[in-house]
């Protein structure tokens, strides 16, 4: 079986335009006649019949052609298989039933199996993976270190990073500014929730955060396959997560005793403090899956959309100037135009492809009666371009948010309901502290045209999102 996997996303390109037939020639897959609509099995809507592992390396490597064709193709609801067991996946469009899926009873609808994927790394006690009343026990331990008060404490941390961060790219070059924005919100994961400082500890844990982040499509199938973990980059991968949790539970053992844990405000000692005052202390198992949640949830993702912003701010002059006098300026006014851009950016590009939900019971999505076991879930990639909800959707038009939203779960880069994203708040703090920073300091222009790749789990520029940086005039910089 990893003979056949890995000979088949080697197979498949991560360049050029992607065409049902090109797909067929590629993976020796069964399509039928073009654009048939074909019933799947077991009364669900329908979807390809394709292999399931066809199906899965299509939808893990190609999800931005393959969303789109898959509703153009089946409409506004329909089906996937994936390995290893050929599990239905339906996917929904239309923000309705986006609604439906993000209203649901959490107790029957369990995010945390749709999540399973990622179990191997990120761990059994992972806020994205738990169900149930433990997921309200974690979230609810969770949650004041990521209130108002406490975004408000981290931002000047995150603004000085950033400052210092800008400072530093050279006059007029070319520089990948996804490898550039990785840089930095990684060095924010690590000071901000980590707590770490010690500049030895850090040179110990970024390459390994970084090896933990760069897991290819073909590893994340590995995972269905236990016994391939003992061999080539699934092992690799094993190695590095077992030398990361080291480190980390090093720190956390190091932090419980740490004499000014009272007055730190990183997220650990946050965590550890809110335990023993609620009287239900997270075991270090649990404080590691939700450090490694929070460094993968809120390491690349931010990145990305901010690498995506600059990237698009370096092809229209216009909003470049508008954003620029943004971050010269200090205003909430000024701050709701970051904001604009950043949200827009998700929006345009967006990192994570889906949201789901698996179901533990039959129920009724859409009209769609659907059985237990089933999981479902809109698609991030069609919802964010139905041109109804979002008037010429190929166009970067920050203005789209400004003093207003598009209609309710339309944007839905956080998910939704009960299970929205925990970290969403800090994220656009986030983005709205590096891109003031970074346009204080530099003009960017884009010199050349990128397009999405799939990492992981999350879709990156193919080409770093390449600017041109040049320091701006020091008058026109207010502060």
Request: hydrophobic share 40%.
């Amino acid at each position: 079986m990893a003979t056949s996997q890995n000979a088949l996303l080697d197979a498949l390109p991560e360049t050029g335009e992607l065409t049902e037939e090109r797909f067929r020639r590629m993976s020796g897959a069964s399509v039928g006649e073009a654009g048939a609509p074909r019933v799947a099995p077991q009364g669900l809507p329908p979807g390809p019949r394709w292999p399931a592992l066809v199906q899965t390396a299509a939808l893990l490597r190609f999800r931005h052609w393959m969303h789109p064709y898959l509703h153009r193709t089946y409409g506004d609801v329909f089906t996937v298989r994936l390995v290893p067991r050929a599990q239905p996946l339906v996917f929904f469009t239309r923000p309705e039933h986006t609604k439906e899926i993000f209203a649901a009873d959490p107790e029957f609808f369990h995010a945390g199996k749709g999540n399973a994927i990622l179990g191997p790394i990120m761990g059994e006690h992972s806020l994205l993976l738990q169900d149930g009343a433990d997921h309200k026990r974690a979230r609810k331990l969770l949650m004041p270190a990521f209130n108002g008060a406490a975004l408000r404490e981290y931002r000047s941390l995150v603004t000085d990073l950033a400052a210092d961060e800008a400072a530093h790219w050279p006059d007029g070059v070319v520089l990948r500014s996804l490898d550039r924005m990785n840089v930095l919100t990684l060095e924010v994961i690590l000071r901000v929730v980590f707590g770490v400082t010690d500049e030895s500890r850090l040179a110990a844990m970024r390459p390994r955060v970084n090896a933990t982040v760069d897991i290819s499509p073909a590893v994340l199938l590995g995972w269905g396959y236990p016994r391939l973990q003992r061999f080539g980059p699934w092992r690799r991968t094993v190695q590095n997560q077992a030398e990361l949790d080291r480190l980390i539970y090093a720190e956390i053992r190091e932090r419980r005793t740490a004499p000014d844990l009272a007055e730190r405000s990183d997220v650990l000692s946050r965590l550890i403090r809110h335990g023993v005052e609620e009287g239900d202390e997270l075991s270090d198992t649990e404080l590691r899956d939700q450090l490694i949640t929070l460094l993968l949830a809120g390491h690349e993702t931010t990145a990305t959309s901010l690498a995506w912003a600059l990237y698009e701010l370096g092809r229209d002059p216009e909003l470049l100037r508008r954003s620029q006098a943004a971050a010269d300026g200090d205003s909430a006014e000024d701050d709701a135009w970051l904001e604009a851009v950043m949200k827009e950016s998700m929006r345009l590009h967006p990192v994570i492809p889906m949201v789901v939900r698996t179901l533990m019971r039959p129920a009724t999505v859409g009209g769609v009666d659907l059985p237990r076991g089933v999981t479902v879930g809109p698609s991030i990639i069609v919802t964010h371009q139905k041109s109804e909800h979002h008037p010429d959707p190929d166009a970067f038009r920050p203005e789209r948010f400004l003093g207003q939203n598009p209609p309710t779960n339309t944007w839905i880069p956080f998910g939704g309901g009960v299970r929205r994203c925990i970290g969403a708040g800090f994220a656009q703090m986030e983005g709205v502290a590096v891109l003031r920073e970074v346009l204080r300091v530099h003009d960017v222009a884009t010199p050349v045209d990128d397009a999405p790749k799939v990492r992981n789990i999350t879709s990156v520029p193919r080409d770093g999102a390449r600017v041109r940086v040049s320091r701006r005039d020091p008058a026109h910089i207010s502060r």
